[in-house]
């Protein structure tokens, strides 16, 4: 693996002690029946959805990184597939999370398109990594 792999991958490991507290938080929320949460099917969706949309890219990202470095591709589109693979798992989750913050929010706001901007991210890195591998 190589250095910047490897330092990307330490990162997204420690990120991992932020998916879990969002877990906690969640469940906190749930056992606890904090107001704004059960009762706000709006909120309660996105908070999941950036919850398991968090952990899930985290792992994809991980993975992903142990093929970038097997891609025949330059060192710049090297660089941009690590840096758009892993704005996704940051991105998209703050988009949920941050559209409906306030607990009486019953529509997202416009941070939802953090969302979009994540997956285009998701998108463009993860294509740039298959065009390398091919």
Known sequence: MS???ATTAGILLITVT??????LTLLTA???KVPGYLDNPVRRGLWR???AHA?????????????LDQADLPDGLRTLARLLIVAAP???PLGFFLSVARPSDTRPNRLILL???GGAALAAGTLILGIGLL
Not at 18 to 23: D, F, I, L, S, T
Not at 55 to 67: C, H, I, N, Q
């Open 115 to 117: 969302t979009v901007l």
């Open 55 to 67: 952990g899930v890219l985290v792992l994809f990202s991980l993975v992903a990184l142990l093929y």
């Open 3 to 5: 250095p910047a792999s």
């Open 30 to 32: 749930i056992l606890r």
């Open 90 to 92: 940051i991105l998209m």
């Open 18 to 23: 932020g998916v879990g507290y969002g877990g």
């Open 49 to 51: 959805a950036g919850h």
